[in-house]
């Protein structure tokens, strides 16, 4: 039966779900979703849903705004009770098409997953917005573009004027789903349900669009219902937290109950997969989270302390980056945007250098600078003494198999239209390292190196969970046992005991075979617990790099400290404050031609060490 018991909050529940079943049509016959789903959500409250890839979150979310149904699933069984605004209760998994349409998005808002899935790659940002607001709240076209610049600007998207005349392939991730959150609260919904809203967004970002939330949720008395796997959200926003295990609920409580006294083994290993920022003061070499065997495993103990002073692997010089901006009749470039500006650091063989900061710094365009995805403007990138900058197609191409990267968006990385099993084993082929039985075992070993049943190697893309396909994006830059990885963004994806699987064994790779990495993040927690060396980008500039322990420990840039004072806690006793954060705003990247900044000029506060003189 639904759990209506809320401590402190008599009210009637907003949503009620009680014995919801989904079932999904296949040639092999049904197969169950979820079953036996039970819980209630009251004005004003956060209910928070955990759980692993396949536990069956998200179609949980998807059946309460009858979205399932055009995915092949089928609401089997159970209520779905929803109470509107006039008071009225109705069953929502009873509703025709026409009747839920009324509800979805005027009194239901939800913000997905996954950005460019939810956003219209043929409309604007504008027309986005605007049509909700038209369709639901009766605004004018001029009254409802006047709401869609204030929604932009609430969830703190940079020039928000430009933002709304630009398409969504335009944007970073991160600002493509601050777009969908704005697009969500838009008609101020009294459930607002978010499946894993703030995946992709910085830390700081994401501080500012959880305050949104609940400020929003204060003034309005809006419940939310908050799908994600970042157990640290969990602690910070929940007042009761339900979590799922393979389709069904199998503990639910307070967020204190839950993180002080948890009943089941599946929920404690959750709580300890989870990173905690501040757990490695004092450890200078990077430690695997313990009880976390990676996957293939076969040595568990912590990696060996590294010399001193380890050869050099890659070197970067004063490494600018920018990209034309084109306006008028014949397209012609009137400024540029400086994404990268005068960067420069070193990557030691076996260690690992993170590249920190919000959407927009430059981390990524800095990780496709090295690799030549993106031509830089000006400067040199030396692997181990040769400029990758001046080398021709052909060497590019040799020295590639050194370099490999991990992409944000694991889905647009893979081709939808080939099986898994050969799209890893193309760089083995590229490269005639391998072929007929001896290059079947060692896709099935990479597989393996990464957790993935070798069943998947015949499956697509589209088969796979966000996590699952990550691992395979990972499996894929292993293939040739490069030198360096340039993960960016991850482990983001992953659900916390699957990346701490995954975090281990990049930390095994490395201790077995000497890989360094560029580690790409917006996570301060998961940065702290692999790093060697930290550096933090703002608007193209490294303002603050160091040994990790030195710039956790010793932040001295201000901005180092915003990125800290942001990590939410994964303790529900030191919960930070709900009050609405006031969202910064961002100077402009963009400049005149002609502009030539200032370089970097550094200031060492410690032995290598070195922050930003401004």
Not at 168 to 186: D, K, N, T
Not at 356 to 363: A, M, P, Q
Not at 421 to 450: C, K, T
Not at 496 to 506: E, H, I, P, R, W
Request: glycine share 8%.
């Amino acid at each position: 039966m639904t759990d209506l018991a809320v401590n402190g909050n008599d009210g009637a529940p907003i949503l009620a779900v009680d014995g919801l079943r989904v079932e999904f049509r296949t040639d092999a016959g049904p197969v169950v979703g979820v079953e036996e789903v039970s819980f209630a959500i009251r004005p004003g409250e956060t209910v928070c849903v955990v759980g692993e890839s396949g536990s069956g979150k998200s179609v949980t979310s998807l059946s309460i705004m009858r979205l399932v149904e055009f995915g092949g699933g089928r609401i089997a069984a159970g209520r779905i009770g929803f109470r509107r605004r006039d008071g009225r209760d109705i069953d929502l998994a009873d509703l025709t098409p026409a009747e839920m349409r009324a509800v979805r998005g005027s009194e239901i808002g939800m913000i997905f997953q996954e950005p460019m899935t939810a956003l219209n790659p043929v409309f604007t940002i504008e027309r986005q917005l605007t049509d909700g607001l038209i369709a639901h709240k009766g605004l004018s076209a001029e009254a409802a573009r006047r709401k869609a610049l204030e929604l932009l600007q609430e969830v703190r998207i940079p020039e928000p004027e430009r933002r709304l005349k630009q398409y969504p392939h335009e944007l970073s991730g991160g600002m493509r789903q601050r777009v969908v959150i704005a697009m969500a609260m838009a008609c101020e919904p009294r459930l607002l349900i978010a499946d894993e809203p703030t995946t992709a967004l910085d830390v700081t970002i994401q501080a500012e669009i959880l305050a949104l939330i609940n400020r929003l949720k204060r003034e309005t008395g809006m419940a939310v219902l908050f799908i994600t796997h970042d157990m640290a959200v969990v602690a910070q926003m929940a007042d009761r937290v339900v979590v799922m295990y393979r389709g069904n609920v199998v503990e639910t409580g307070s967020v204190t109950e839950i993180f002080e006294a948890p009943q089941q083994e599946y929920t404690k290993t959750l709580l300890a997969a989870v990173p905690k920022l501040g757990e490695m003061r004092g450890r200078p070499a990077p430690e695997r989270m313990r009880g976390f065997a990676a996957p293939g495993s076969k040595t568990p103990q912590q990696p060996e302390a590294r010399p001193a002073r380890p050869r050099e692997l890659i070197e970067v010089r004063h490494l600018s980056t920018r990209f034309p901006v084109r306006s008028g009749l014949f397209r012609q470039t009137t400024a540029h945007i400086h994404a990268v500006e005068d960067v420069s650091f070193t990557i030691f063989a076996g260690q690992t250098l993170s590249l920190v900061g919000e959407s927009g710094s430059g981390k990524s365009t800095c990780g496709r600078s090295i690799m030549r995805l993106t031509e830089p403007s000006r400067g040199e990138v030396l692997l181990e003494g040769s400029d990758i900058a001046r080398l021709d197609s052909y060497a590019l191409r040799r020295v590639r198999r050194d370099m490999q990267m991990v992409f944000q968006d694991p889905f647009a990385s893979l081709n939808p239209y080939r099986r898994l099993a050969a799209q890893v084993a193309e760089p083995i082929l590229n490269f005639g390292l391998a072929r007929g039985a001896e290059l079947e075992d060692r896709v099935a070993g990479l597989f393996d190196r990464v957790g993935l049943p070798r069943s998947f190697l015949r499956r697509f893309p589209h088969e796979l969970s966000g996590g699952q396909r990550q691992r395979v994006a990972i499996a894929r830059a292993l293939a040739l046992n490069p030198k360096l990885i340039i993960a960016d963004e991850a482990v983001s994806a992953l659900d916390v005991s699957v990346q701490a699987q995954v975090l281990n064994l990049m930390m095994e790779l490395q201790a077995d075979l000497g890989l360094s990495f560029l580690f790409i993040s917006h996570d301060m927690a998961v940065v702290e617990r692999v790093s060697h060396h930290v550096a933090v980008m703002y608007l193209g500039r490294i303002v603050e790099i160091g040994p990790r322990m030195a710039v956790f420990e010793d932040p001295r840039h201000p901005y180092t400290r915003t990125l800290l004072d942001a990590v939410p806690v994964a303790d529900p006793r030191v919960r930070r404050s709900r009050e609405d954060r006031r969202a910064r705003t961002l100077p402009s990247p963009i400049f005149p031609l002609g502009h030539e900044p200032a370089p970097s000029v550094y200031e060492e506060v410690g032995p290598g060490h070195l922050v930003i003189v401004e």
